[in-house]
């Protein structure tokens, strides 16, 4: 079993920056694949970005355009979701996923899933 715990939502300015932590807790947790999705209000759930186990390997969403990114601290048993240059459309619920396929990009294949935060982006 692994718990999810996200951190670090909030309400800022478009153009600005966020850092969301998931916090994994659970005797394997390190070993799996870690993932962030968010949730629009009256749209699906949709893959934002995944990182490995070891955090040596990382995917995104293309749509994202490289403003995002991810890294993981297996010592601390956080996993990071770095947000750049937000926009309104990046508003949504954040959640966090852990799953042991690679790529994560799929909410079927989630096997837990963290409470989520919310992110507000304001003009």
């Known amino acids: 079993q692994v718990q999810l715990v996200e951190s670090g939502g909030g309400l800022v300015q478009a153009g600005g920056s966020l850092r969301l932590s998931c916090a994994a807790s659970g005797r394997t947790s390190s070993y799996y694949v870690i993932a962030w999705f968010r949730q629009a209000p009256g749209k699906e759930r949709e893959f934002v970005g995944g990182i490995m186990g070891s955090g040596g390997l990382t995917q995104y969403a293309d749509s994202l355009n490289g403003r995002f990114s991810i890294s993981r601290d297996n010592a601390k048993n956080l996993v990071y979701l770095e947000m750049n240059s937000l926009k309104l459309d990046d508003t949504a619920v954040y959640y966090c996923?852990?799953?042991?396929?690679?790529?994560?990009?799929?909410?079927?294949?989630?096997?837990?899933w963290g409470q989520g935060t919310q992110v507000t982006v304001s003009s």
């Open positions: 996923a852990a799953g042991s396929r690679w790529p994560l990009t799929e909410t079927q294949f989630v096997n837990y």
